[in-house]
């Protein structure tokens, strides 16, 4: 369980520990995802079965999984038996879509409406090999030509949020300022601000969490 709020955790933890059922939960948790990468590769053997994990939790100090969406993605790679659940306070319904179009997670529950049951339904429900999304969480009706961000797309959001300007960009990015620049206009336009500065890109960045 990957969350950067170590009293959720421990909520999270308890409630499993006091079940009565069939099923028997051990658990591990990580309120960082440095120390989350740090487990995934002490357990790449053996691997998890189910990985409860949080959206928004600060970068890795190396910068390279700049978010819990990249935590996925890194864990996709070298566990992709894993069953996902994301659990997140995010409340955007179009970033919703995007990170699971990007995660293609088992699971996905708003935080505020992961009560003990739910948790322990979920937990039911994707061992006996059903996907379980909260009500909060459904994306049914949204179109489904949802653009993805990418990884790249948040390191360069990022940066800019460090203070970082634009021209200094491929110092931390492996790509031409002019890639840069167009992937910054690409990113303006999906947030509806083609006109935008790099502060309204910010602010829309922040207001759908990838911030």
Do not use: W
């Not at 994707?126 to 999304?133: H, I, S, V, W």
């Not at 890639?179 to 910054?184: A, F, L, N, Q, T």
């Amino acid at each position: 369980m990957v969350d950067d709020h170590p009293m959720i955790l421990r909520g999270y933890e308890t409630t499993l520990q006091q079940h009565q059922g069939d099923l028997h939960f051990q658990t591990t948790t990580a309120c960082s995802m440095d120390l989350a990468v740090q487990l995934l590769c002490q357990k790449t053997k053996s691997g998890f079965d189910i990985v409860l994990l949080d959206i928004l939790m600060p970068p890795t100090q190396d910068k390279r999984l700049i978010n819990g969406e990249d935590l996925g993605l890194y864990l996709r790679k070298v566990m992709p038996q894993t069953k996902i659940i994301v659990q997140t306070g995010l409340n955007d319904r179009e970033r919703i879509a995007q990170i699971k179009a990007t995660l293609h997670p088992e699971g996905f529950f708003i935080k505020s409406e992961i009560t003990p049951k739910v948790l322990i339904q979920a937990l039911y429900d994707l061992t006996a090999g059903q996907n379980c999304y909260g009500v909060q969480a459904d994306t049914s009706g949204m179109p489904k030509n949802t653009v993805p961000i990418d990884s790249v797309d948040r390191a360069l959001l990022h940066y800019l949020s460090l203070g970082e300007k634009t021209k200094n960009l491929p110092k931390f990015i492996p790509l031409s300022l002019a890639s840069i620049e167009r992937r910054k206009q690409r990113l303006k336009l999906i947030f509806g601000i083609p006109k935008g500065n790099n502060r309204d890109l910010l602010e829309k960045a922040r207001a759908k969490g990838l911030l």
